[in-house]
Nanobody, 116 residues
């Protein structure tokens, strides 16, 4: 059974930092892309950042220069370092892993709350 376990969410004041972690287990094929999405209250889910197996990272414009995504393929783990957090970063953050020929698995989500 494929499972993603997220951790690292919480509450922080604006300007602070948080680091999200996501560990994948039960995956029997190669992992292609790992990423983080978020859903803010009243908004649709959006891509925050993703990273491919060769280390190429992509970020949504609003987090460029503040967030850094990284991965350890040997440990099936992806991190999202979030610095200079703003109130508009408040959302539930979801880990997503794309693996095998076409599979996609989601984590349960972790709340990030930034107070101004």
């Amino acid at each position: 059974q494929v499972k993603l376990v997220e951790s690292g969410g919480g509450s922080v004041q604006a300007g602070g930092s948080l680091r999200l972690s996501c560990v994948a287990s039960g995956i029997t094929s190669s992992i292609n892309r790992m990423g983080w999405y978020r859903r803010a209250p009243g908004k649709q889910r959006e891509l925050v950042a993703n990273i491919s197996s060769d280390g190429t990272a992509n970020y949504t414009d609003s987090v460029k220069g503040r967030f850094t995504i990284s991965r350890d393929s040997a440990k099936n783990t992806v991190w999202l370092q979030m610095n200079s957090l703003k109130s508009e970063d408040t959302a539930v953050y979801y880990c997503n892993v794309r693996w095998g020929p076409y599979y996609s698995t989601w984590g349960q989500g972790t709340q990030v709350t930034v107070s101004s």
